[in-house]
């Protein structure tokens, strides 16, 4: 066995952040497998069916409206639809289905209550979701250093204590309730738009004019974005940068006659960056998870929202899709932040003692 596993041993020995990317994408394939065998086992616990769902879509949409209560289907019928779209088979045989069809065919499926693929509906509003997120996390990471960096340098005085407050306010104050405020005050003023999308104009058409609509009608929900994201992030900015100021590094470079803002950017600032490298991954997981009820309450247009109504009216093909698009979107970021660790920091060398 160890003759076997020595070649391994060597190239991990020889290259070890490539040996780490191999390792990370093995372990993110895995937390992908069992997340979707999770949310298979979920959805067939959940009450009701797809089937009941596809029945009622179907009789909706049917042409004789008017004999919709006298309209039944037999129990053949029944049958051979469940038997059709696997719906008779237990969950984990579904999901292996679904796993074979996905890798090997590389399709995805097509939603069972739309028939649209699965592919489209999610590229159809991809954009519009990660165009909020990461809008939000430009403008979080932004604000965060210069504020961070900024009242480091006065700690201790009335305005960073009245700054530390208000951002620790910020990071206490529930995401649920600053979205709904923030609805009412649109509501109330009208001053912006209740919805987040401007649904009436087409960037083809007109682009400036849509670009102008859609910065209105977005102002809000990435305003609270921004305020449920900037307090914690200001904070850990704020006491990374004071911690390293106080290290005897710090202390020797200000004894040798180092300009202050020197050693505030082209030393401490640095060393800020490792926390907020490796906490942004989980701030963009954040940031997509809230972006669920966001989008539900200004009607945004988004993955999230997608979600929300496939799971409500368990559609399996378009659930699966989402979640496995999404924690890949977030384990990707994580290994990411991984590898930019060991590029911003040279002390950082996976794989050696």
């Not at 959805?43 to 009789?59: E, H, V």
């Not at 509003?125 to 165009?131: A, C, D, G, R, T």
């Amino acid at each position: 066995m160890q003759f076997l596993l020595k070649p391994f041993y060597l190239f991990k020995r020889r290259f070890p952040l490539l040996s780490y990317i191999v390792n990370r994408l093995f372990v993110m394939i895995v937390m992908l497998f069992l997340l979707g065998f999770a949310v298979f086992g979920l959805m067939a616990l959940a009450p009701g069916d797809i089937f009941d769902q596809i029945m009622m879509q179907q009789l909706l949409n049917s042409e004789a409206r008017t004999t919709m209560d006298n309209r039944d289907f037999t129990d053949e019928q029944m049958a051979a639809f469940r038997t059709e779209h696997g719906l008779d088979q237990p969950f984990y045989i579904q999901y292996f289905r679904w796993l074979h069809r996905v890798v090997v065919r590389g399709d995805l499926g097509v939603s069972l209550i739309s028939r649209a693929p699965v592919p489209f509906l999610i590229t159809s509003l991809l954009f519009n979701s990660l165009l909020l997120n990461l809008i939000s996390l430009f403008m979080i990471t932004v604000f965060s250093f210069i504020l961070g960096v900024y009242f480091s340098s006065k700690a201790g005085t009335k305005t960073d204590l009245a700054v530390t407050f208000i951002a620790l306010t910020l990071h206490a104050f529930p995401g649920l309730l600053l979205l709904i405020l923030l609805q009412l005050f649109a509501s109330a003023t009208g001053l912006f738009p209740v919805t987040g999308y401007p649904l009436a104009l087409s960037f083809s058409d007109a682009p400036a004019q849509f670009v102008f609509s859609y910065a209105h009608h977005i102002f809000l929900p990435l305003l609270a974005a921004f305020l449920g994201g900037i307090g914690g992030t200001l904070r850990m900015v704020r006491a990374t940068m004071l911690d390293q100021l106080g290290q005897p590094y710090i202390t020797n470079l200000r004894s040798r006659g180092i300009a202050e803002w020197r050693i505030y950017f082209h030393h401490a600032f640095r060393n800020t960056l490792n926390p907020y490298i490796t906490g942004s991954a989980n701030m963009l997981a954040g940031l997509f998870s809230g972006s669920l009820i966001l989008e539900i309450i200004f009607a945004y247009p988004g993955i999230g929202r997608l979600m929300y109504d496939a799971v409500l009216q368990q559609d399996v093909n378009l659930v699966l899709a989402n979640i496995m698009f999404i924690s890949f979107l977030v384990l990707a970021g994580m290994a990411i932040a991984d590898i930019l660790l060991a590029l911003v920091d040279p002390r950082i060398r996976y794989g050696k003692e």
